[in-house]
């Protein structure tokens, strides 16, 4: 029989049992009527648990592992600037990731934003995904039942901007403008079932839908910029915790490439690469105009859920930004996961070094010298003269003449994947430098007169590739032989130098050339 001290031991303990359990009870009550105090919170509301929304002041999201492509390129990071990590490095997602925020107050949508603070203006970039949008097919939108919400004081202070502020860029694109011309946010006053999740959604429908507003349809680098900010805007979307998903990310390539879609939102023709936006899903990218006409398909757009995508605008991306002072970023792998994904999408191989021989060597390897030739505009004067002289100092050199725009994307990536050195003048075509081998190789970029543009050189290092330029004459358009077409009339009266051709002494243009070969061999 137990003892009367037992008794007594017992009794203290179920009182200090109960004494803990008021204790902890009046704190979860006291935190319950603070977070109901807040307007800002949304968890206290009478409405029906959203499947998507995390609470609304959530700080920053945490960060999962990064894609494979990036394994080899973190190995060996080389010291540099601050400002080189923060736009060439996984650390440009880490600061989206920890700039996030909810902007949906109620309803059965949420809308998480994701915004940069990298510019030198201090001008803030977004993207954003949109969980449990549906198809309106009569305003020819998708529609999130949202109402939003303005940043609460401590997402002010971390520099998260209301929605209304997230910026729209050049040739009316980026976030702002796809939101306001093909995203309606609002409340749905319908008497419409509220929309299932994404995950219960039948198999064979995509649940993720990017929605593309293309600024350009024939500038190779605008192409290759915004694809590349599609490409850093999945990144983030796989490396991010979703609070919907019990800590898995938002886009898991495992489950959701296979559902997901690149649609089309602009009316340009399908110009160059539309193929590669479907870099990330490996499906053709669709057409919003083809979906709202196909009515079996718009009615399943409309009936079944999806997360929309709105990504970081070309014009954003932060090669973009790199692009007027000189900037020696030589760790960039942002920039090479983008190149290898490019051309593992084409199937494009890596030829083999062919090793150069002493300059004392009496037969030294070939060097392959492509230049680019343009034949509309930004010409340079007498090149053939020129690349003859090349041809005849240098016998071991070989001399091609292209036209990039009168061959296949996937002939230039296997041209770019064999040249030494590049050679033209200042214009979109060394886009290509990027595609260029890695640590191998000359870029020699002819700029014009009052042309101060840096960004090919910055390129040129981010690829650890040897960069030599000088200026040209500028001769306005009519003051050389050859003739320009119907429209030289009116381009001489804007002649700058973006139509201009250049001219350069040939005793000036082959010490860019001897400087190149003596850097490659």
């Known amino acids: 029989m137990a003892s009367p001290a037992s008794f007594v031991f017992a009794r203290r303990r179920r009182i200090q049992l109960l004494a803990v359990a008021a204790f902890v009870l009046v704190i979860v009550c006291l935190e319950l009527y603070s977070l109901s105090r807040d307007p800002d919170s949304s968890y206290l509301r009478f409405e029906w648990p959203n499947p998507f929304r995390g609470a609304p002041g959530a700080k920053a999201r945490p960060a999962l592992a990064l894609p494979a492509e990036y394994d080899e390129l973190l190995e060996h990071p080389v010291p540099q600037s601050e400002y080189c990590t923060e736009r060439f490095t996984p650390s440009y997602l880490d600061g989206f990731r920890t700039h996030a925020i909810q902007y949906c107050a109620t309803g059965s949508a949420a809308l998480h934003c994701f915004q940069g603070h990298n510019r030198p203006n201090g001008e803030i970039d977004s993207v954003c995904i949109g969980q449990g949008a549906t198809l309106d097919v009569d305003r020819k939108q998708f529609a999130l039942d949202c109402e939003l919400r303005d940043p609460n004081a401590a997402e002010s202070e971390r520099g998260l901007i209301p929605f209304d502020q997230i910026r729209g860029e050049w040739y009316d694109s980026g976030p702002r403008f796809t939101f306001d011309h093909f995203v309606h946010i609002g409340r749905d006053s319908s008497d419409a079932p509220a929309p299932t999740t994404p995950q219960s959604s039948p198999s064979n429908t995509p649940k993720f839908a990017l929605l593309a507003k293309r600024e350009s349809n024939s500038n190779i680098w605008h192409c290759l910029m915004e694809i590349m900010t599609m490409t850093m805007s999945f990144d ?185 050195i590049l050679l033209g003048v200042h214009g979109a075509g060394f886009a290509h430098t990027m595609f260029m081998r890695n640590d191998h190789g000359a870029v020699v970029e002819i700029r014009p007169a009052t042309n101060d543009y840096r960004g090919f050189r910055n390129l040129s290092v981010m690829k650890g590739l040897h960069y030599f330029t000088a200026y040209g004459a500028q001769v306005p358009v009519g003051k050389q032989p050859g003739k320009r077409g ?32 003596a850097a490659v061999s």
């Open 236 to 420: 983030l979307l796989r490396t991010t915790a979703d609070p919907s998903r019990e800590g898995g990310p938002f886009f898991d390539d495992r489950e959701d490439v296979p559902n997901t879609e690149v649609i089309v939102v602009d009316d340009l023709t399908d110009g160059l690469l539309l193929d590669l936006w479907a870099l990330v899903t490996g499906r053709p990218p669709i057409r919003l105009k083809d979906i709202l006409e196909d009515k079996e398909k718009a009615q399943t757009f409309a009936e079944v859920p999806r997360s929309i995508i709105v990504p970081i605008a070309g014009a954003a991306n932060p090669i973009w930004q790199n692009d007027w002072d000189d900037h020696d970023c030589g760790h960039a792998p942002m920039l090479r996961a983008f190149s290898h994904r490019v051309l593992g999408f084409y199937g494009i191989p890596t030829p083999a070094l062919i090793p150069h021989a002493s300059h004392s060597s009496s037969s030294p390897a070939p060097v392959n010298l492509t230049y680019i030739n343009r034949t509309d505009k930004r010409r340079l004067v007498d090149d053939e003269a020129l690349l003859a002289a090349v041809e005849a100092k240098y016998p071991h050199v070989r001399v091609r003449s292209v036209d990039f725009s009168a061959i296949s994307f996937v002939e230039q990536l296997q041209l770019v994947r064999e040249t030494d």
């Open 486 to 517: 119907a429209g030289a009339a009116t381009l001489a009266k804007r002649a700058s130098w973006h139509f201009d051709d250049v001219k350069m002494e040939k005793e000036e243009f082959m010490k860019l050339i001897d400087d190149a070969i």
